[in-house]
Structures are given as C-alpha cells and as structure tokens.
Nanobody, 121 residues
C-alpha cells in the first residue's frame, strides 16, 4: 500500500556532508511523523531524528547541531542533511513514516529498505 524509497547514501570522508531523501508513495491520506533511524553493525537500531507534520523536530544528542531534518508535505518526502560526518555515523539509515491510508484509518508505521552511509576516517 505504502512504499518508502530512500536515496543519497554513500561513502564519504570525515567532515563531509551527505543529504538523504525518502519519498513515500502509494495509498496515502496523510502522513503524521516522518523520521530517520540508523543501525550500525552489531548495534540496535536507534532513532536519529523525527519531524511532525507541523515541523516540530527531535534529534538524538549525538547528531544535534550536525544533522537537520526537513520535509515537503506536498511531495510526501523527508530529507536528512548530514554535516560534519564522523566515522561513528556509519550505519544503514532507515526512513520511517506514520501514514494514514484513509480518513477512517489510524496511523501505521512504514519503513524504507535502508541506505548505507559510510564515513571513513
């Protein structure tokens, strides 16, 4: 019903920047929150940042001041601008969205397939 497709990952050096994008498509009535999680090898998936439909944001302490989340509600797309990247940011980054598929449904969480971000030292 709903698909999330991420793009923008890659291999960069310490201090570089990357911008991730995630576009939601399918049967969408509205999207409440959109966000990014990441999972490094051998670690649990962790919240990076989240943004509500109205623009309220929340960030993990480890990325505050370096990462910025934004969204385009017309395009059902969320972005993650990552600056001053560090080796510890290396992970698979997953997009998530809380989507209502109709006016009578409740929010359901959907996930993208993930995009690899690798930061070399």
């Amino acid at each position: 019903q709903v698909q999330l497709v991420e793009s923008g990952g890659g291999l960069v050096q310490t201090g570089d920047s990357l911008r991730l994008s995630c576009a939601a498509s399918g049967t969408i009535f509205s999207i409440y929150t959109m966000g990014w999680y990441r999972q490094a090898p051998g670690k649990e998936r962790e919240l990076v940042t989240i943004i509500a439909r109205g623009g309220t944001t929340n960030y993990a302490d480890s990325v505050k001041g370096r990462f910025t989340i934004s969204r385009d509600n017309e395009k059902n797309t969320v972005y993650l601008q990552m600056n001053n990247l560090k080796p510890e940011d290396t992970a698979v980054y997953y997009c998530t969205a809380a989507v209502r598929v109709s006016a009578w449904s409740t929010n359901k969480d959907y996930w993208g397939q993930g995009t690899q971000v690798t930061v070399s030292s």
